[in-house]
């Protein structure tokens, strides 16, 4: 689904560089979300947003960050990663009560 | 915060036979109850979803079943193909403006010829 587009699709990054992950849409809705998926951990959220002044933590933000900077862009910043942020990387996309698009994900590596 | 849980984590059937996967919330006031699939490699997608005026909707092969009372929501597939192997999400929206968007586990689903 080229409605929501997440950039890069893979990153080997070393201990302590700063990374961002970037996602857009197209689709203009209001509600936009970072993921993050670890084998048998499911979808974990990291934060989200209503709009570009709203942005809410979610179940583990620690050690992340989060810039809306226009209704169709969110990104994703790790500031200083480490190897246990290894990790698929989704962005997610929806408006209230209905379903969410998923960008293709980004698979981040820290080494 | 939510709590989602999703049952069982792997499932394992054979081709025709039929799968149900369960997932448990505990916020009442979510109103909206979606599945989704992912294949390997691939972004997780909506396969049904249901809201919580109604009991029971079905698409074809597959149907999900919301108990409000007791909090908890079903997945069914019937007859079952080897192209539904994948991994199986819930999700559950919560708190303010049913913003909140959070997953179960997930379940593996493997689909024997």
């Known amino acids: 689904d080229a409605d929501v587009t997440q950039t890069p699709r893979n990153r080997i990054t070393k201990t302590g560089k700063r990374i961002m992950l970037e996602c857009s849409q197209t689709?203009?809705?209001?509600?936009m979300y970072w993921y993050r998926q670890d084998p048998g951990l499911g979808l974990q959220l990291i934060y989200y947003s209503f709009d570009v002044k709203d942005i809410n933590k979610g179940e583990i933000s620690d050690g992340y960050s989060v810039s809306r900077q226009a209704q169709a862009k969110f990104s994703l910043s790790l500031e200083s990663a480490i190897p246990n942020q290894t990790a698929l990387y989704f962005c997610?996309?929806?408006?209230?009560?209905?379903?969410?698009?998923f960008g293709q994900g980004t698979r981040l590596t820290v080494v | 915060g939510e709590n989602v849980e999703q049952h069982p984590s792997t499932l394992s059937v054979q081709e025709g036979d039929s799968a149900v996967i369960k997932c448990t919330y505990s916020?009442?006031?979510?109103?909206?109850f979606p599945w989704y699939k992912q294949e390997l490699g691939k972004r997780p997608q909506l396969i049904i979803d249901i809201r919580s005026n109604v009991g029971e909707k079905k698409d074809q092969r597959i149907a999900v079943t919301l108990n409000k009372t007791a909090k908890h929501f079903s997945l069914h597939i019937t007859e079952t193909q080897p192209e539904d192997s994948a991994v199986y999400f819930c999700a559950v929206p919560y708190g303010g403006s049913q913003g909140n968007l959070i997953f179960g586990k997930g379940t593996k689903l493997s689909v024997k010829p």
């Open positions: 689709k203009g809705h209001d509600r």
């Open positions: 916020d009442s006031a979510s109103n909206y």
């Open positions: 997610a996309t929806r408006v209230m009560n209905t379903e969410a698009f």
